[in-house]
């Protein structure tokens, strides 16, 4: 059974950083796209950034790119989204994912075959 599993949330000031960790287990996503996700209150899940399996193309959403890294370590079998300059808007419920294949679109616009629960992120202004 796949889990993924998401770390690293908290509470931070505007301006501050927060570093998320995606533990995944169950199966190796070494050759697999994963991204992040997140959903605000009231709003939809939307795409923030994601990554292919050998970590030569990765994609981020208009509203975080320059501001947020995503990265993995295929040894580790894990994911992360390192997240500099936070805003109050950037606050929401932070989702891993991760697909059976390797295309960044796939994982983009169809949003990932496995998920985790999700991990808390509050920016406060």
């Known amino acids: 059974q796949v889990h993924l599993v998401e770390s690293g949330g908290g509470l931070v000031q505007a301006g501050g950083s927060l570093r998320l960790s995606c533990a995944a287990s169950g199966r190796t996503f070494s050759s697999a796209a994963m991204g992040w996700f997140r959903q605000a209150p009231g709003k939809e899940r939307d795409i923030v950034a994601a990554?292919?399996?050998?970590?030569?193309?990765?994609y981020y959403s208009d509203s975080v790119k320059g501001r947020f890294t995503i990265s993995r370590d295929n040894a580790k079998n894990a994911v992360y989204l390192q997240m500099n300059s936070l805003k109050a808007e950037d606050t929401a419920i932070y989702y891993c994912?991760?697909?059976?294949?390797?295309?960044?679109?796939?994982?983009?616009?169809?949003?990932?075959?496995?998920w985790g629960r999700g991990t808390q992120v509050t920016v406060s202004s």
């Open positions: 994912a991760a697909d059976s294949g390797d295309d960044l679109h796939t994982i983009v616009v169809a949003a990932g075959e496995y």
């Open positions: 990554i292919n399996g050998r970590s030569t193309i990765t």
